[in-house]
Nanobody, 126 residues
Framework: QVQLAESGGGSVQAGGSLRLTCAAS????????MGWFRQTPGAEREGVAS????????DYADSVKGRFTISRDNAKNTLYLLMNNLKDEDSAMYYC???????????????????WGQGTQVTVSS
């Protein structure tokens, strides 16, 4: 059974940094896409940063470009999200996701992902 386990969330002051980690297990092969999504109460889940693993193509939401970096350690089957210069509006529950769809588009579309972690909370205060 596949599993995605996030960690690394917490409370940080505006301007600070956090690194989220997603440990993937149970996969017989590397998912074609992996990503980070976030959600606040009453809002839809949005794609923050995604990675197409066969090509290394990344896609970021405009609101996080230049501040967030997605990366993957293949040997450890782990996905990371480095978040720098955090802002109040980055506060949310962050979810790791993985999918098997192979094409390189719609990388931040939630419907393109089949597997989801339980989430880790990020709270930014000014």
């Amino acid at each position: 059974q596949v599993q995605l386990a996030e960690s690394g969330g917490g409370s940080v002051q505006a301007g600070g940094s956090l690194r989220l980690t997603c440990a993937a297990s149970g996969y017989s092969s590397t998912p074609n896409r992996m990503g980070w999504f976030r959600q606040t109460p009453g809002a839809e889940r949005e794609g923050v940063a995604s990675l197409h693993t066969p090509t290394g193509t990344t896609d970021y939401a405009d609101s996080v470009k230049g501040r967030f970096t997605i990366s993957r350690d293949n040997a450890k089957n782990t996905l990371y999200l480095l978040m720098n210069n955090l802002k109040d509006e980055d506060s949310a529950m962050y979810y790791c996701a993985a999918g098997r769809i192979a094409y390189v588009r719609c990388l931040r579309t939630t419907d393109e992902y089949a597997d989801w972690g339980q989430g880790t909370q990020v709270t930014v205060s000014s």
